[in-house]
């Protein structure tokens, strides 16, 4: 059986937790080394489907914080009060109704494309995706918020990079060990937002 049909520690032990995907244990491992969430903040979460990442951070945020929640797919299990699911393209969504639930201190990106096994594709198309979430982070993240985005290691990282340097004042590559070996996805996380 392949490493992505076994059923590993890290899914095993989400399923214990109560998420819906191992990939909860990637947003954890990067909130618990920066302390990204805390209570009260308002958080955009793209591509949030299944809905670990949003679960593990409305739980973070608790009962005085906002999560909007956005996902091509249906979620797995319902949110809880604090989090408002919209399903559709994140990148279709009008931009009024991203602006009416920020401003965010906290903006979220695990989006990924369907992979078409050209690893070219997927990655400009990882690079599309991760762009659209600097975009929002730039117009709708608060001075000193953070930003988290999945993005295929590619031609355009370092432009990438680059991008996220001019908004923040801490950039960071992380590629938490929930991430499969074989996966050449990692995350750029920004903290410090300067101020526009
Ligand atoms: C790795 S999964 C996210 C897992 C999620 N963070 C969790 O913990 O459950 C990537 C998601 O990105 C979504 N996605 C890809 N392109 C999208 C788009 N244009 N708009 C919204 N969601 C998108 C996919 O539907 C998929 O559910």
């Not at 399923?15 to 990067?30: D, H, M, N, Y």
């Not at 965010?104 to 991760?130: C, E, I, K």
């Amino acid at each position: 059986m392949s490493g992505y049909k076994r059923a590993d520690h890290f899914t095993k032990s989400a399923r214990a937790g109560g998420f819906p995907a191992r990939s909860v244990f990637k947003l954890e491992e990067i909130d618990r080394k920066m302390r990204l969430l805390r209570p009260g903040q308002r958080v955009l979460d793209l591509g949030a489907a299944p809905g670990s990442w949003s679960l593990y951070a409305s739980t973070r945020i608790g009962p005085t914080g906002a999560l909007f929640a956005v996902d091509l797919s249906p979620l797995a299990q319902a949110l809880p009060k604090n989090c408002t699911f919209i399903q559709g393209d994140a990148l279709a969504l009008s931009f009024d109704v991203l602006a009416a639930a920020g401003p965010f201190d906290v903006v979220l990106s695990d989006m990924a494309p369907a992979t078409s096994g050209t690893p070219s594709a997927d990655q400009a198309r990882s690079f599309r995706l991760f762009s659209f979430a600097v975009d929002v982070a730039e117009r709708l993240g608060k001075p000193r918020s953070s930003f988290v985005g999945k993005i295929f290691m590619g031609p355009e990282f370092e432009a990438a990079r680059a991008r996220l340097r001019a908004l923040y004042a801490k950039v960071d590559v992380e590629r938490p060990p929930a991430v499969r070996k074989q996966s050449f996805e990692c995350f750029l996380v920004g903290r410090d937002r300067r101020a526009a």
